[in-house]
């Protein structure tokens, strides 16, 4: 028998046979594999939709969102600008407070602070009401009223937001109210102080018996209030007393203090002028709060007096400009004596 034939049939049958088993070797791995397979390709594809998500979220922040990115930078600007402000001011350099001040509104025009709005952040509107409120002492201090003015027209939009939108802890509202009727005071303008006083006393008694307590205790409102009562008094040595003694309850109010002297002594000269012909000069400086003899002399001759012998003589009161004479005032009493006589008789003779 041939046996040949035989061994290369086997042989061809053994080649295919191994591919078979390899075939099935790769379809059972790919069987095996599929699964895992399937998981790494779903968690790379979860990898990539939570990176997706991210960049998303970072898109949004730099697009939508980016505002207050922006905003903290230039808070953090602000509040360095306005720390060295605080330090400018306690070393009395106003002309660098003024530069810095200068710098700072820029900043809350930067941003868009300078008036409250709804969507305006707590801490952005906490730096622009500390921002205002430090340009207006440092009007005060440098004397100039009508900045400080307009500092405090500026600052009562602030004044009035709500607590929640805007915390009222550590502010400086009684100070600046207090100083701006120490300035309506200090002008004469009474009208105008009672106007904000009542509008303080509305918004007290709507804050109920706790607020009104807290006004009530308030040095820096009832300082101009007690002068104001002293002044309707004429209690001049009181409100003399209280300028020059250490009662004024902050630096600030003892800026007004030589003004509020000066508006005394100009009010005690005119009723001088009208009660008295003449004073001794040692008299006037007592009753002019005036240091000395020489003091007197100058102010006397900014209004006019004639200085004699010693003694103050006022000018004489003209007829034309509405003042009567000593005779004419007599004349004039003698007169209302007769006719109240005439008029007591005839209620006699009607009785």
């Not at 409100?239 to 003694?245: G, I, M």
């Not at 003449?278 to 008299?283: E, Y």
């Amino acid at each position: 028998m041939n046996l040949l034939p035989l061994l290369r049939s086997l042989r061809s049958s053994s080649h295919v046979i191994q591919r078979a088993l390899a075939s099935k070797t790769f379809d059972l791995l790919a069987v095996l594999l599929r699964p895992i397979l399937k998981i790494t390709k779903s968690s790379s594809g979860a990898r990539s939709q939570q990176q997706l998500n991210r960049e998303h979220k970072q898109t949004q922040q730099l697009h939508g969102p980016t505002q207050p990115a922006e905003f903290s930078m230039a808070e953090r600007e602000l509040s360095s600008l306005l720390q060295q402000i605080h330090q400018t001011l306690s070393t009395h350099d106003y002309q660098s407070s003024l530069s810095l001040l200068t710098r700072a509104k820029l900043s809350l025009l930067s941003l868009k602070a300078l008036v409250p709005s709804p969507s305006s952040a707590q801490s952005t509107l906490l730096l622009a009401r500390e921002t205002l409120e430090l340009g207006a002492l440092i009007s005060i201090r440098r004397q100039d009223s009508e900045g400080f003015t307009r500092y405090f027209q500026q600052l009562q939009p602030f004044y009035d937001l709500p607590p929640s939108q805007l915390p009222q802890e550590k502010n400086n509202q009684s100070k600046i109210t207090g100083l701006y009727l120490l300035l309506l005071l200090n002008q004469g303008d009474y009208a105008g102080f009672h106007t904000v006083l009542e509008s303080l006393e509305l918004a007290t008694a709507a804050g109920g018996s706790k607020a009104r307590k807290g006004v009530e205790e308030d040095v820096f409102i009832q300082y101009p209030v007690k002068l104001e009562q002293w002044l309707m008094e004429g209690s001049y040595d009181k409100v003399w007393a209280a300028t020059k003694s250490e009662q004024a309850p902050s630096e600030e109010y003892r800026v007004f203090s030589d003004g509020l002297i000066n508006t005394i002594r100009a009010e005690i000269a005119s009723c001088s002028e009208r009660a008295y012909p003449s004073l001794p000069i040692s008299n006037a400086k007592n009753l002019l709060f005036l240091d000395s003899e020489g003091s007197v002399v100058q102010f006397a001759q900014t209004r006019g007096w004639l200085i004699r012998d010693g003694r103050i003589y006022f000018p004489l009161q003209q007829p034309e400009q509405g003042l009567r004479t000593e005779k004419e005032i007599l004349a004039t009493s003698g007169q209302v004596i007769e006719n109240t006589i005439g008029y007591a008789r005839e209620l006699e003779t009607i009785v």
